[in-house]
């Protein structure tokens, strides 16, 4: 087939210059006093944000030349993760030379994008393997993501959960992926909330804090933009949809009800905020509508990994189908791209 020309590449989404990596220096959140009165007067119109993520899917779509280079631009955007028990430190070695080297190279040769830097934006792990992931990602520029505070359900003792930060970060973590106390929101202590995820964006230190609001257990979207606002007003530099591991996960009409709260934060306060959908998403074309929703919404430059990530772990595996298809004209077996 023919190349992509690496102009047509590096041009998707229109504006982007590069395949940037995270940049630790940039879009921290300093947060703000908490407004209760902002929060309080949040509504939401669960019918009409319905109707505007339904429309997502088939309003814009992207094929051939500009499909793949769209897709290159998720795999640079996904925070490549594994979070099972029985996770051993050969795993983590696995997918972190996946995260170095996602797309085989003969691949990327077909697609005429051998020489950009396609890598993951980071990888995802448990405390206990981030020693390991820090040392298999040495000089590659991918910085090491842990989740914290009790994840996935939140609930161990206050000390533990700091500490379990604390001694993240000292390990090594750039990134580190909290857990709120649902029961915060769901009893409107916003105090409460604000004052758990002020202490963890001070325990992060110089790693940046991104808080998962389990959006599958806060009962309504109102309550999702709310936590939204009052995390972001504590200081959090990502919201993040799910741990992967609620009955509901990311939905469209929960990452639209998230990006708006981000557009208003940012429009109020002047800062950005990064957004992470988990949980659930795991095709290529389930990317595509979280890509298309983030520039319609937020604009170009919220597709790049300092401001939007995917949690993902099977996902990788299906784009990487979908980029063979488009170079060879047909479709592989998923054995062909092992995760790990």
Excluded at 42 to 61: D, H, I, K, Q
Excluded at 64 to 77: C, D, E, F, N, S
Excluded at 239 to 249: M, V, Y
Aim: proline share 5%.
């Amino acid at each position: 087939m023919a190349t992509l020309p690496h102009n047509k590449l590096i041009a998707v989404p229109t504006g982007a210059a590069t395949f940037d990596q995270p940049d630790h220096d940039e879009h921290r959140n300093p947060g703000t006093e908490l407004d209760l009165d902002w929060v309080e007067a949040v509504r939401v119109n669960r019918s009409a944000v319905e109707r505007r993520a339904a429309t997502l899917p088939g309003r814009r779509t992207v094929k051939k030349q500009w499909q793949a280079a769209w897709l290159l631009r998720a795999i640079t955007l996904m925070d490549l993760t594994t979070l099972s028990g029985d996770d051993t430190p050969g795993t983590v070695r696995r997918l972190c030379a996946k995260a170095r080297q996602p797309v085989r190279p003969d691949l990327l040769d077909a697609l005429g994008a051998r020489d950009l830097p396609i890598r993951t934006a980071a990888v995802c792990v448990y405390h206990t393997l981030v020693p390991t992931a820090v040392e298999a990602l040495r000089g590659s520029g991918i910085p090491v993501a842990a989740v914290s505070t009790g994840f996935p359900a939140g609930l161990s003792p206050w000390e533990q959960r700091v500490e379990e930060i604390h001694a993240s970060v000292e390990a090594g973590a750039d990134e580190i992926d909290i857990v709120i106390t649902r029961a915060h929101v769901l009893t409107g202590n916003w105090q409460a909330l604000y004052d758990e995820v002020r202490a963890f964006r001070q325990a992060c230190g110089p790693a940046h804090l991104k808080t998962i609001l389990a959006t599958g257990e806060l009962a309504t979207l109102r309550n999702v933009a709310r936590a939204s606002l009052v995390c972001m007003m504590a200081g959090a530099d990502f919201i993040k949809t799910s741990t992967g591991k609620e009955a509901e996960n990311a939905t469209l009409p929960v990452g639209l009800t998230m990006v708006r709260a981000i557009r208003e934060y940012r429009e109020r306060t002047g800062h950005v905020i990064g957004f992470k959908p988990a949980g659930g998403i795991k095709t290529a074309k389930q990317s595509l509508d979280w890509l298309m929703m983030m520039k319609e919404e937020l604009g170009t430059d919220y597709l790049r990994p300092n401001l939007f990530r995917f949690g993902a772990s099977s996902l990788l595996g299906d784009i990487e189908r979908q980029l063979e298809h488009h170079a060879t004209g047909r479709y592989s077996a998923a054995h062909r791209h092992p995760m790990a």
